[in-house]
């Protein structure tokens, strides 16, 4: 039984889960349950499954990078970092800017570094600065490559309009499921991953079975993120919709191969090591913005058909929510923790 | 291994039905021609009429075969994007049918006086008519399985509705400048005008076609 203290304290990591899930499902699910060929209850099963699946299995990566920028060994300080990026979010999200919880993270982490005088890694920094560029980026370059390769074996293949719509139905929900495993992956770090240096959880024992703090805390964010899913995906999917829904059925598929493939790229520690181990680059494990890749992919379906009129100032909008969100976000921890520790009297360092 | 899912089970069978459909269509132009024709050389006979009834029934089949269609469309399969156009498509191209009938129904209720000097001007029209017909079935076809050929096809439809529409022109002509009464030649025209009708509504349906097929392709 989780001390309720402790739950207390994860609630803020919890609570941006769920928010996670409510929102970020849409770009996973939203095209194959807004065109019916999904009813929203099996889509909510099929993502709530793998994105817990995609959290357990594959999180750790993401999770150690952001515990590189700042360890965060105490409850409370982990509390009011995870709180300040949540806020932070909600704020961006009232003022229409296309916010990442990604990115309120990164921030609220550095505003916690702040506060606890601690330096900054800065070649961590500066590998997660460098995602939120290359993230988009990567996936419009991903984006293009399907949709080419896609055109080309629709020619070959010769498949008749009917046919060939079945197995769109049949590869949206592949690429749904391959989304929401990338989801929980890559974005559990946001939810949990500050709570990990601290340790909360007592080792938990199933039989021969035993459960560390850390991978509780995977599947109690996974949960959260499933709980987000199931609570308010659906409201988000049919009625706020995503920039999935004005596409074509071809192109909102790609969109969701490619967005699943850059988040998974970003959260993949095999991968990793199969790069290293040949002496590659390697791609960094860091926390990204699933919308952010989304619309990337969708401006590289748009420069492949030649809509070359590009909306600069949804682009200007990204790009202020880049600066304006971590700046936000560390600002709020840093007076956060200020009043934890002044007026509550918590340590939070 | 695949067929025994259901979404390929229904996959299968509504494309064996929109085949069917168009089918129908090709069969419908076939029995028109060989009704028009067999008009202009003995006038409503038994053999005229039992190919009007052949034509009625290609027409009801078709019309339960847009109906199951559009069911199954809208209830379980295709996503919207096509959803609409295939239907718009099928809507449009029954109407087709619905013509070749209420032109054979015409003949035979109002059973107007052809006089042998119009006769090759009515069977070039009709087989002009029945080219821009049988072309839009292959267009159709076409873009349910290689949209790159629809603005082939589409093209051959389009000049096929005009050369009907020159022959009609000249068969009117034709019909006012010669010594029958007046009210044959109103009689006539109407006949003339009904049968080019049905070329004109194939373009129709080949110029919705179109903008269909670009969709696909794009």
Redesign the interface.
């Known amino acids: 039984m989780i001390d309720p203290i402790i739950l207390l304290f994860l609630s803020s990591g919890l609570f941006l889960g769920w928010a996670l899930g409510a929102n970020d499902a849409a770009n996973v699910f939203g095209t194959a349950v807004g065109t019916r060929m999904v009813s929203w209850r099996n889509a909510a099963i099929i993502c709530s499954i793998f994105v817990i699946l995609g959290a357990v299995i594959s999180g750790a990566g993401t999770s150690q990078t952001l515990g590189k920028l700042g360890a965060i060994t105490a409850l409370p300080g982990a509390f009011m970092t995870a709180l300040s990026a949540g806020f932070s979010v909600f704020v961006m999200t009232k003022s229409g800017l296309p916010v990442s919880t990604s990115q309120a993270i990164v921030g609220a982490i550095i505003g916690w570094n702040f506060f606890s005088t601690q330096a900054t890694d800065t070649s961590t920094l500066a590998k997660i600065l460098s995602t939120w560029i290359i993230c988009p980026l990567l996936a419009a370059v991903i984006a293009i490559v399907i949709l080419k390769i896609s055109k080309y074996f629709g020619r070959k293949m010769n498949l008749s309009l009917i046919r060939l719509d079945a197995y769109k139905r049949i590869a949206l929900i592949f690429a749904g499921a391959l989304g929401a495993y990338s989801l929980g992956a890559n974005n559990i770090a946001n939810v949990i991953g500050v709570f990990i240096p601290a340790q909360p959880l007592a080792e938990l024992k199933i039989g021969s079975f035993s459960f560390s703090s850390t991978q509780q805390l995977f599947l109690l964010g996974g949960l959260a993120i499933a709980l987000g899913v199931c609570t308010y995906s659906k409201k988000v999917m049919l009625t706020v919709g995503s920039d999935l829904g004005q596409l074509s059925s071809t192109s909102a598929l790609v969109a969701v191969i490619s967005h699943s493939i850059v988040l998974f790229l970003f959260a993949s520690q095999g991968l990793e090591a199969l790069l290293s181990r040949y002496g590659l680059p390697t791609i960094p494990l860091v926390p990204v913005s699933s919308s952010q890749a989304v619309v990337g992919a969708i401006v590289g379906i748009s420069i492949l058909q030649g809509i070359t009129a590009v909306k600069w100032n949804v682009l200007g909008k990204i790009i202020v929510g880049w600066i304006v969100t971590p700046i936000f976000a560390g600002i709020v921890c840093f007076i956060g923790l200020f009043f934890l520790q002044n007026v509550f009297s918590l340590s939070v360092i | 291994m695949f067929e025994n899912f259901s979404?390929?089970k229904r996959?299968s069978e509504?494309?064996s039905k929109?085949d069917q459909f168009f089918e129908k269509l090709a069969e419908a132009s076939v029995i028109y021609r060989l009704a028009v024709r067999g008009y202009l050389r003995e006038g409503a006979s038994e053999e005229f009429k039992e190919r009007l009834d052949t034509v009625g029934e290609l027409e009801t089949q078709a019309d339960s075969l847009r109906r199951d269609i559009e069911q199954k469309l809208y209830k379980n399969?295709?996503?919207?994007?096509?959803r609409g156009d295939?239907l718009g498509l099928i809507e449009t191209a029954d109407d087709v049918l619905t013509l070749f009938q209420s032109s054979l129904w015409a003949l035979y209720i109002e059973k107007p006086t052809i006089h042998d000097q119009f006769s090759n001007g009515f069977k070039r029209l009709t087989n002009m008519v029945i080219k821009a017909v049988d072309e839009l079935a292959l267009s159709c076809h076409a873009?349910?399985?290689?949209?790159?050929a629809v603005p082939a096809h589409n093209s051959k439809v389009t000049l096929y509705e005009k050369e009907a529409d020159k022959i009609s022109s000249e068969l009117k002509v034709k019909i006012f400048e010669s010594k029958i009464k007046l009210v044959e030649k109103l009689h006539l025209r109407d006949f003339v005008n009904g049968i080019d009708g049905i070329a004109d509504h194939a373009e129709d349906v080949a110029d919705r076609l179109s903008i269909y097929a670009i969709?696909?392709l794009?």
Request: proline fraction near 9%; charged fraction near 25%.
């Open positions: 979404l390929f996959t509504l494309e929109i399969i295709l996503i919207p994007d096509s295939v873009f349910f399985r290689n949209p790159h969709k696909r794009t």
